[in-house]
């Protein structure tokens, strides 16, 4: 497998569905996406996934949280896979892209923002 800091998206999708237990054809029914839909990603035939599949496929991976903003944004490119690991490792924390697609991790607030 690769390192954490040379996970593409492929990569990152490819593990999120075997740890959730599921095949490519599960995740894809799950999603309602096509097997070559989520075959070509995690092969890294496709680079990027549109803003309706990453969506698909975040409720398919049940991703909730800080996270699944986090995997629609490395789902487009737009912020490296592993920080999408980072918030999944740490569920206490909380993750925030920057403009300039910067992941910034810190503790979660006990007290709501009016």
């Avoid at 903003?69 to 925030?96: C, E, K, M, Y």
């Amino acid at each position: 497998m690769a390192e954490q800091g040379d996970l593409g998206f492929g990569g990152l999708l490819r593990q999120l569905r075997n740890d959730a237990g599921l095949t490519q054809e599960e995740l894809a029914a799950a999603a309602q996406v096509s097997q070559r839909a989520v075959s070509d990603l995690e092969r890294g035939i496709n680079h990027t996934a549109r803003r309706d599949t990453a969506a698909l496929l975040a409720e398919a991976l049940n991703l909730a949280g800080p996270v699944r903003p986090l995997f629609a944004a490395a789902a487009r490119g737009r912020v490296p896979a592993a920080a999408v690991l980072a918030a999944i490792q740490q569920p206490g924390q909380t993750a925030a892209v920057t403009a300039a697609g910067a992941v910034q991790i810190g503790r979660a607030s006990c007290r709501e923002r009016v």
